[in-house]
Structure formats: structure tokens, C-alpha cells
Antibody, heavy 118, light 113 residues
Framework: QVQLQESGPGLVKPSETLSLTCTVSGGSVSSGNYYWTWIRQPPGKGLEWIGYIYNSGSTKYNPSLKSRVTISVDTSRNHFSLKLSSVTAADTALYYC??????????WGQGTLVTVSS | DIVVTQSPDSLTVSLGERATINCKSSQSVLFSSNNKNYLSWYQQKPGQPPKLLIYWASTRQSGVPDRFSGSGTGTDFTLTISGLQPEDVAVYYCQQDYNTPYTFGQGTKLEIK
């Protein structure tokens, strides 16, 4: 059973870059037809798909965030990462990593809350 | 982007009764080559990540109780929970995975009367 765990700073200053890592256990980020995905949820609100990286290294991002987002994968550490630049208070959210197979988000991390504040 | 809209925003149902949640997409999510609707339903309980319940509009994920069922095609879909149980209290989201960016409905909060 694959497990995913998000990690990273819980507080980021406005205009800085948010950086999160999702460590995968019980499976490999480099095997299988999986899309390693980031999703966020502002407090008390709904879900927003941020983007994914395929195990070949190809990426797809939400156009609403595209200019600020980078998702990468480190196969040697079996993790994938999210970077979101020039953050504002609107980027305060619970950030989830998830594994997507054919569009189905069947495996999720527990989420990590990132607050943007000075 | 495909806009996904759920109704109602909240719902209160008695134990043992039926709950019905609707989901409408701004364009069809039916893939003609395989006749599959790329519409999923997720359940999110407080403090937990979402859990996949239904995919391809009507296929139950393994382990999901059969009181959960999905229906619909094209742009209009329904999640039905028959015989509501206390553990079904949650927020329910529909999501289209027909094309990126994948988009979610705003959520429907289900409570027990």
C-alpha cells in the first residue's frame, strides 16, 4: 500500500517561494503509469488541482498557477516536490500530494497547512 | 476549463433515508471512444484527505459500501447514498478528469437530521 507524506515550512512570507516535498513509501515514483499530483484546499473551502508530474518527467499545470508553479521529481529520494513562487495570502491552504492513475486520485497524503504571512 | 457545479451546497437527511447530490459540468465529460464518463465522486471527512468513492460516474471504488451509487452521463450526474449512516457525515465533491485542469465542484456538506 503506497503512502504519501507532505513536508515543508508551515509559514511562508509574501512574495517568497513555497516549497513542499511529498515522500512516497511503499511504491516508486519512477514506476507504473502514475501522475504525481499536488492539490490544495484553502481553509474551509474546496479543492483546487495544481498540477502533476508523470514518471517520465513531463508536467501539466493549472493555467491559473502555471507561471508560478514547478513540480519536479527526485527518483533517488523517491519524492516529488512543489514550488510556488511569489506567494500571497491567497495561497494559504492545506496542500495535498496524491497519486493519480488515469485521472483517479486514489492515494493521498494527510496534507500540510501552509500559511502565507509576514 | 470545465466548470463543475454541485447542488445543493448542504443537505440534511435522516438516518436510514436517502441523500441525493447533483453535479453538472459545463461541457460533456463523456469520452466517445470508450463511452466512459470521466466524473468521480470523493468523500471528505473533517481532518482527512478526500477519499475516492465512485469513478467513471458509476463504478464504485473497491471497499466502498454499496449504499453509495453514482449515475448520469454527459453533463449531469448524481451521487445517491441509500440508507444514510452516521459515518456518512462528510463533504462530498465531484470532479471531472476528462481534461486538465481537473476541476472539482464546490462541495456538498451532508449532515444528519
Amino acid at each position: 500500500q503506497v503512502q504519501l507524506q507532505e513536508s515543508g515550512p508551515g509559514l511562508v512570507k509574501p512574495s517568497e517561494t513555497l516549497s513542499l516535498t511529498c515522500t512516497v513509501s511503499g511504491g516508486s515514483v519512477s514506476s507504473g503509469n502514475y501522475y504525481w499530483t499536488w492539490i490544495r484546499q484553502p481553509p474551509g473551502k474546496g479543492l483546487e488541482w495544481i498540477g502533476y508530474i508523470y514518471n517520465s518527467g513531463s508536467t501539466k499545470y493549472n493555467p491559473s498557477l502555471k507561471s508560478r508553479v514547478t513540480i519536479s521529481v527526485d527518483t533517488s529520494r523517491n519524492h516529488f516536490s512543489l514550488k510556488l513562487s511569489s506567494v500571497t495570502a491567497a495561497d494559504t491552504a492545506l496542500y495535498y500530494c496524491a497519486r493519480d492513475r488515469e485521472g483517479l486520485l486514489n492515494d493521498w497524503g494527510q496534507g500540510t497547512l501552509v500559511t502565507v504571512s509576514s | 476549463d470545465i466548470v463543475v457545479t454541485q447542488s445543493p451546497d448542504s443537505l440534511t437527511v435522516s438516518l436510514g433515508e436517502r441523500a441525493t447530490i447533483n453535479c453538472k459540468s459545463s461541457q460533456s465529460v463523456l469520452f466517445s471512444s470508450n463511452n466512459k464518463n470521466y466524473l468521480s465522486w470523493y468523500q471528505q471527512k473533517p481532518g482527512q484527505p478526500p477519499k475516492l468513492l465512485i469513478y467513471w460516474a458509476s463504478t464504485r471504488q473497491s471497499g466502498v459500501p454499496d449504499r453509495f451509487s453514482g449515475s448520469g452521463t454527459g453533463t449531469d450526474f448524481t451521487l445517491t447514498i441509500s440508507g444514510l449512516q452516521p459515518e456518512d457525515v462528510a463533504v462530498y465533491y465531484c470532479q471531472q478528469d476528462y481534461n486538465t485542469p481537473y476541476t472539482f465542484g464546490q462541495g456538498t456538506k451532508l449532515e444528519i437530521k
